[in-house]
DNA sequence: GTGGTCTAGACCACA
DNA sequence: GTGGTCTAGACCACG
């Protein structure tokens, strides 16, 4: 698995660290059970400091991505989110709306917006049975 | 055009701000050549600071939403971004591919993702011919 | 709101901060709304890092407890925990078996159990209302 | 006695091992005088390092659950806790506390937690006399 | 070796 | 002023 992070960028180092994890999950080059890169490893690939990382992981973690355990490493776990569907439904909701908005003032047309969303979902390996809280 | 903001959101207030200006307009509720309140109005009625409205504005007018002309006020644009056509292409991409990365963490199957966007999509006023940069 | 830590328990720092907020919540000597110290006050008067603090009042925020508002301060929410129905179950049954255990082994008997945790009961605030998610 | 350990689960593994073998004996389906398994077969069954093992017996060993002999194994104790009667007191009233107040803020109201509570005494074998210290 | 916690101190972003 | 992020480096706990 193969983490990029670009120290330019405005969004925050450990934020940048949580959604490639995120999403190598979701491209399916990394699956539950695998075992993450140790802290300091990581650090050293990123070139940013290990407590950095430490943060991602910790939000990695509650957010039901991995299991960190003392002594052993980091794990991707296959939990899934534990929050209540409706806080689920709304937080789709949102995303959505944000996205399109974006869009709108970027000058797509509805069509492009499908279109994006439909190859992104074509990256995307659903078929992976997960646990549903 | 009515523009809400939510104290309790973790979201800086001045982005609530631009968010909601810019869906305001997608949505159709604002059309472009409308004045916006002046800054201290919208600092009063929303009761938050005025530097605060100053910053949302600013960062309205960068993005090309917005023009604000000395002493007459802040005016709805139909600029449209003025990016280049590889950029905002990028942006497309990278907002869906975050879209879908975390409705996959949340649990959500294709088709759920898929009629989240199209219901957004319903909300905004595409009909309105935008002149492209 | 008074928070006391002791440096000598093996209890980390931050989760003590943490307990200590959602203790003062549940028992009513603080209330949605109300700020709490900010980060550099509350670690002066506890005489530990800022950033234990901050950490503290992270995880505080991740359990729905508190809004934090960058330039504004951090503010007891009202929110509720957004856990599936399921999960709080889950939790509930393991907080109840873990202290039935070890009040077993300390030699205690079930009257002694229910007893301690009606006083505990007696000590919260349930009337108010509070949103389920 | 079967002992089971989640090596997905947050907790420490020696921990898991040291509440294992606490619940059997509260729900009786290990008794006083009963040995447990050895260092190294435990290890083995639950594929864990005996390091890990030896520290979980270790602690038993500290709280008066189990008494190791030299060559002869490790066996359950009805010694009791040693702590003073205050000291037990004190812990009890702690855990109800802490019990309370996270299913306070998990949105539980007091008939759940008495429910719970009574349900997890259900479980345990309280008529066995045990000496107190 | 792994992760977990804490300190110290810097600099940035927000209201 | 507030919180947010990051670095550097220490020491402890777990396997």
Redesign the pocket.
């Known amino acids: 698995m193969l983490i990029h992070i670009d ?1 330019r960028s ?7 660290v949580v959604f490639a994890v995120k999403a190598a999950l979701a491209k399916g080059t990394a699956k539950p059970g695998d ?9 050293r690939e990123l ?12 939000v990695l ?1 509650r957010d039901g991505v991995v299991v ?7 794990f991707l776990s296959d939990r899934g989110s534990d929050l209540a569907q409706g806080e689920k439904r709304r937080q789709l909701t949102d995303l959505a709306k944000r996205m399109v908005t974006e869009a709108y003032h970027l000058g797509f047309r509805p069509e492009d917006v499908k279109k994006a969303v439909a190859e992104a979902l074509d990256d995307v390996q659903f078929e992976t049975k997960r646990r549903q809280s």
């Open positions: 120290s405005p969004e925050p180092l450990f934020e940048q075992r993450l890169p140790s802290v300091r490893e990581l650090a070139a940013i400091n290990p407590n950095t990382v430490v943060r991602a992981y910790e973690e960190r355990r003392q002594g052993a490493g980091c």
